[in-house]
């Protein structure tokens, strides 16, 4: 195996692949990169951790056919710090070497014989194609209500549900729960679910894919979801189990309505959570006044006192709510404006959009006692 090609290139690429490699296992092979040289000049670079797989393909020139791993943080740090210039890689025996300008390495290779054999989708298989900023922004909106905790189970995954005419992506995690929708038209109707986790590394990759690169072609079997974006191919597990029916914990009415500035009451929690860390549950109370919302929070530190302009339906109302939880929803919401409905002081809070349906948000209180 032999190739030649840009220390750049060969950075770009490695730079999307290691983001499969894991350090926490006991098989040596899953700490590497396989390297696959065809005799059509072309360089497959593969990594997986068994729950997710990244392939990228790139031109090469003076290929010759073979395949290796190599140690990931070892290949990689060589490369990375190469100058910028051809490199030449070649398998001898085992070990590979890498030459660049006036420098040469020797690696150790391992054998791709117990390299995950990765399943190819073919050509013809239907796909769903998807708008790749469109993709980064809904998994943006959603991926911090999923569940960190891995005993959890469906719950650390993002449902993604496809309809005739939209693609929805729903995360609970008990305290919180972020819905965004896009109208798109679908041959079929489908739902899976996909770890958070893997989801935001999606999104980093397609924040390192080519500009050009608009189209993400997403692809569904009964256990497996590809994502093909241009010349990577990201193959992931998907989660068993069937996700909480978001739909019944939705409220069906509300009794009070506010309309509020999401900048103004976002830079006003993020002052009062200044001293809500030090308290318990990071708390702050909002009370819903007609014209005005006072924000307050207090500690051994000190308190503090914020005032929000809003226009208000129904009756006035003080509730609790954990700062971060309301401010992970509101640091996700692009609106200027945005609708909060109430019931009572110890049921959900939901957030919308002042126009359209793009977006739910569901938060739920922490009990307030005495003053």
Request: charged share 30%; proline share 2%; net charge negative.
């Amino acid at each position: 195996m032999k190739f030649k090609c840009s220390q750049t290139t060969l950075t770009k690429a490695l730079n999307i692949v290691s983001k499969a490699v894991t350090s926490r296992t006991t098989i040596p092979v899953l700490k590497g990169i396989l390297l696959e040289v065809s005799d059509d000049n072309k360089l497959k670079m593969s990594a997986s951790d068994l729950d997710i797989t990244i392939e990228e393909t790139i031109e090469i020139e003076d290929g010759i056919s073979g395949r290796i791993v190599v140690q990931s943080k070892l290949f990689g740090d060589i490369i990375r710090k190469l100058p910028n210039a051809d490199v030449t890689v070649e398998l001898i025996d085992e070990n590979v070497t890498i030459k660049c300008m006036n420098s040469e390495f020797t690696i150790v290779g391992i054998s791709p014989d117990e390299f995950p054999n990765i399943k190819n989708t073919e050509d013809d298989q239907e796909f769903i194609s998807l708008d790749k900023n469109t993709l980064r922004e809904m998994i943006r909106k959603t991926s911090f209500a999923a569940s960190a905790d891995e005993s959890k189970g469906v719950i650390t995954g993002i449902l993604i549900e496809l309809q005739k005419d939209g693609i929805n992506m729903i995360a609970i995690d008990g305290y919180r729960m972020a819905i965004t929708r896009e109208a798109m038209v679908n041959m079929e109707e489908k739902n899976v679910v996909i770890s958070a986790k893997i989801m935001n590394e999606i999104n980093k990759i397609l924040s390192e894919v080519s500009e050009e690169e608009n189209e993400v072609k997403l692809i569904l079997s009964e256990k497996k979801a590809f994502f093909l974006i241009g010349s990577v191919k990201v193959v992931l597990r998907l989660l068993d189990g069937e996700f909480i029916k978001y739909k019944d914990v939705l409220p069906k009415s509300s009794s009070i309505k506010i309309k509020v500035r999401k900048g103004d009451l976002m830079e006003s929690i993020e002052r009062a959570s200044l001293l809500s860390k030090e308290g318990k549950n990071n708390l702050i109370r909002l009370s819903i006044m007609d014209g005005i919302m006072i924000i307050t929070s207090k500690s051994e530190e000190g308190n503090v006192k914020e005032e929000v302009l809003i226009s208000k339906e129904g009756e006035d109302l003080e509730i609790g709510f954990n700062a971060k939880y309301v401010l992970d929803v509101l640091k996700s919401i692009d609106d200027e404006e945005i609708y909060m409905l109430f019931n009572t002081a110890i049921t959900p809070c939901l957030v919308e959009p002042t126009e359209g349906e793009s977006f739910e948000y569901l938060i739920l209180p922490v009990r307030i006692t005495g003053s």
